[in-house]
């Protein structure tokens, strides 16, 4: 029996302004953005540049939101990766000349020197400063699935009664994969893996084969499917539904999750939150908030004030811990195929978020890679969910029941005494903009640049990852601020069609800071009759 | 104790070193590898249970001119919403028009209170079972638990002023999940025994995690 360990990686990211007024005022945020750029694309890409010359037979899911694809495709953005890394090393020459005395402290700086150097090189020369075609060429080789998502983050439970809502943010998506990769996506990623029952027949309306659920969702329906979470079941109208398994989130980010090895590097010890701020000038504004430099000299041993981090040991670890991971996966997959013996394959789904990778764990991506590698060693095939629907129409049916993956099994993080107050002006704006839509049917010039407008801004509006950011205090200024510009400017246009005058300086301004979706269509949001 | 307003503007800046001395001062215990992001949260905590309140003046300046009068949390419109924050509890808020507001502050008996009827089916005009909840003063959001077994719920936003009760406004029907009983009858030691393939799905472990953080709220 065909033993499947499935890996899921979701990458998420909110719009940033950037425009030449924006880019100073957003420097933290944007600073996170290059991070990832840094941290995870480029090497997730070198990773699986590695693999294939190396023949391993290997295929994963990968999910990438079209506001990341807008942003990575965005040459003022791209350029200004170019010059953020130029900043990172002028640093890191003012820090080799602090440290002069400390040789080992020294090694580091020059190594993460070394690392920008190199990442710049490869930004410019080798993937032509747009990793989204590169991204595109190895879904093409089969390597990796991309799946399809919503426009933006949205928590679908909390929009369950507005379906036009939830219409319009999986069909923008779908137009943003086919404008970024040219195909029609075979998986849909659910944001947060958020369900309520009815928006199977959403998804399904627009040709998805299949979804992923939290396992609770799959655990509390009310016929529990016999095969578990190991093998995939359907819905009434037969869209396929995987179920990740959430405890192997504990096993990397829980409690006492492998990313908090001691010889990890510290991610929180970092200069940018150590050093007085003129020290750190060719960087940061001396009046504006810390962020991170990318020049943290400590792993994570707390021991006689601390241990310089060693990328020697750091690798060993990120191997040996690749290998507990893996022989995890295979007992739980041996001892479901002695279960089911009547099943052609079992399965076990692994989902993996970036932004997790990104702020907490700066190996991640040498385990991802060591964790391929064993893997296939390991006999255990490595595949996506689009390769497991063939029995599509004979799975077994399933209720699911409400779910998420993130909060407390629901996504209350989402709606919690520090957010919630998000939720009345995002829904209101939500009705207005159905109202509008079927207002505005027929209409040209200037009215459907304002609708469109609206339309963009509703979506950036309705990402959960801004009440996510409020709730867990990450910049929760940037998220506040980003919220209420959205909903600021959707009122204007609501205003604006009220009243039948608008302000096209306000307008053209807007429309080039929140440069996104261009092809938005408003009458998405349009009752479906 | 620092004489310095604390809000997360100023926070933000400090180094992690003058963040533990901080709360060193506010007599804040700090693990060695506590995270800057929560260490700043709960400098911001303390702060505002000692009635600091610059934190949301500074929220209130950072928007300055960009934020319209939109975010006063009213429409001038008599409203009532509810949204599922998990299968067990109801986030329900409201708006009131400049007329009914009126209408309750002139007289100093009335009231606004909610009240939750379930149905059996979404169509009903009448519920099968109801049951009012006091609104807090000056808030204009509640979190309602939701009753026990119920298939759909609908929340109506009543007025009492000079003893006579009007619905001022209803929710469209909310629809609870009706998933497994083992969601619903989740008891410490219960004796349930699952197929080996649903025990190693991880049944146990989300039962307990259900049990550890919804029990109040789910049986």
Known sequence: ?529 | MNEEPINRASLEKLSFSDLVQLADEYGVDVPEDLDRRFLIAELLEIAEESNNKEEEMVIATDNDEQQPPVFCGNFNETQVSCVLRNPAWLFVFWNLNSNDAAKISEDPSSSLRLRICSLTDPKDLKPEEAFEVQTPSQSQEQYVLIPKGKKFIKVELISVVAGASEVLAFSPVIAIPQGSSLVNDLQPGRDVTFSPVIELSGMQEIITEQYKNHRHSFS
């Open chain 1, 1 to 529: 029996m065909q033993k499947i360990l499935s890996l899921v990686i979701k990458a998420s990211q909110d719009f940033i302004r950037h425009s030449e007024e924006d880019i100073k005022s957003n420097a933290p945020v944007l600073n996170s953005f290059y991070e990832s750029i840094s941290n995870i694309y480029i090497p997730l890409l070198e990773m699986i540049e590695k693999l294939e010359a190396d023949n391993i037979k290997y295929r994963f899911a990968l999910v990438l939101p079209p506001v990341l694809c807008n942003m990575l495709s965005d040459p003022i953005l791209q350029d200004e990766y170019i010059k953020w890394l130029d900043k990172r090393n002028d640093l890191g020459k003012a820090e080799l000349r602090r440290n002069k005395e400390n040789t080992e402290i020294c090694a580091i700086i020059n190594k993460t020197i070394e690392t920008n150097k190199k990442l710049k090189a490869d930004f410019e020369n080798k993937y032509n400063k747009n990793l989204i075609p590169v991204f595109a060429e190895y879904m093409t080789k089969g390597y990796i699935e991309l799946m399809g998502t919503c426009g933006t983050d949205i928590f679908m439970p909390h929009y369950a009664d507005l379906k036009e809502i939830i219409s319009a943010q999986i069909e923008c998506g779908l137009h943003a994969y086919r404008q970024y990769f040219g195909i029609m996506p075979e998986g849909f990623w659910l944001p947060e893996m958020g369900y309520t029952p009815g928006i199977e027949k959403l998804i399904r309306a627009y040709g998805y084969t299949y979804t992923i659920l939290d396992s609770r969702s799959i655990l509390f329906s009310e016929n529990v499917p016999e095969a578990g979470i190991f093998y995939p079941s359907r819905t009434e109208n037969s869209l396929v539904i995987f179920a990740r398994n959430r405890v192997i989130d504990s096993e990397l980010f829980g409690e006492n999750g492998i990313i908090y090895s001691e010889c990890y590097r510290n991610t929180n010890r970092d200069i940018g939150y150590e050093l007085p701020m003129e020290k750190l000038s060719p960087l940061m504004d001396k009046d504006g908030i810390r962020y991170s430099t990318g020049f943290k000299y400590w792993n994570r041993c707390f021991k006689d004030s601390g241990h310089l981090y060693s990328e020697e040991c750091a690798r060993k670890q990120a191997q040996k811990d690749a290998e507990a991971f893996v022989e995890k996966r295979l007992n739980t997959l041996n001892k479901a195929a002695e279960l089911l013996p009547k099943y052609n394959f079992v399965t076990e789904i692994c989902t993996l978020d970036i932004s997790k990778f990104r702020s907490t764990w700066s190996e991640s991506i040498w385990w991802l890679e060591e964790v391929i590698r064993k893997a296939a060693d390991a006999g255990l095939s490595l595949l996506s969910c689009d390769r497991m629907c063939d029995e599509q129409y004979n799975l077994e049916k399933v209720e699911p029941y409400f779910s998420a993956g993130i909060g407390q099994g629901y996504g209350e993080n989402l709606l919690s005494s520090k957010n919630c107050w998000m939720m009345r002006y995002v829904r209101k704006s939500c009705e207005r903009m159905i109202d509008l839509a079927g207002r505005f049917p027929m209409d040209t010039g200037l009215k459907t640049r304002l609708l469109n407008l609206g339309a963009k801004e509703l979506m950036l509006a309705q990402n959960s990852n801004l009440a996510r950011k409020i709730n867990r205090s990450e910049f929760p200024q940037f998220a506040e601020k980003r919220f209420k510009e959205s909903i600021a400017a959707f009122t204007s246009v609501f205003d604006s069609l009220g009243s039948n005058t608008v302000s096209t300086e306000w307008l053209t301004k807007l429309e080039a800071k929140d440069s996104i979706f261009p092809w938005m269509n408003y009458r998405i949001f349009t009752k479906k009759r």
